[in-house]
């Protein structure tokens, strides 16, 4: 019976965090098309610009210039993943709030990104922190959103489990 209960909770509640994210991610990048052309740059800090770069590959432009399929991989890959994180979110249990919280915020990114690889192409990254000369590669707030999430994955692998009980 407990093992019915624990299926039935599916934890939907939490996905209104991955539909935040989708939706800052969306809006700061709508506004970011709306304001910069292709390449321009906005100082805001002596170490922080807003920028406009277009990625068509995955973090640090990793398979950017493989000539166009990497964009449906990119697609495929992002709504495989964000489903079986949702599988697995129907399976944890709804009091283990760390690890709900980064599943849903691996969803939200990873789907933030594929909206905008599916409508545009590419992935809009805005924002780019640099000290002096070095810039850190752009990125967005579903990215942000992304490795936020596999971090409190991470610090959750960490926590004791209880030993279950008559074993």
């Not at 924002?127 to 752009?138: C, Q, T, V």
Request: net charge negative; aromatic share 14%.
């Amino acid at each position: 019976m407990a093992e019915a209960k624990k299926l039935i909770n599916t934890n939907v509640y939490w996905l209104w965090i991955s539909l935040v994210i989708i939706v800052l991610d969306q809006l700061t990048k709508g506004a970011i098309r709306q304001e910069f052309a292709l390449y321009d740059l906005r100082e805001i800090t002596s170490w922080f610009n807003l920028t406009r770069l277009h990625n068509t590959g995955a973090a640090f432009s990793f398979l950017a210039d493989a000539g166009g399929w990497q964009q449906w991989f990119f697609i495929i890959l992002g709504v495989v993943v964000s489903l079986a994180v949702m599988v697995w979110l129907r399976l944890v249990p709804k009091d283990n709030y760390m690890l709900c919280i980064g599943l849903c915020l691996v969803i939200g990114g990873a789907l933030g990104n594929v909206i905008d690889r599916v409508a545009l192409g590419y992935v809009v990254d805005f924002l780019d922190f640099h000290i002096g000369e070095y810039h850190w590669p752009a990125f967005n707030i579903a990215d942000i959103a992304i490795v936020t999430g596999a971090a409190l994955l991470i610090l959750d692998s960490f926590r004791a489990v209880p030993e279950e009980e008559g074993k």
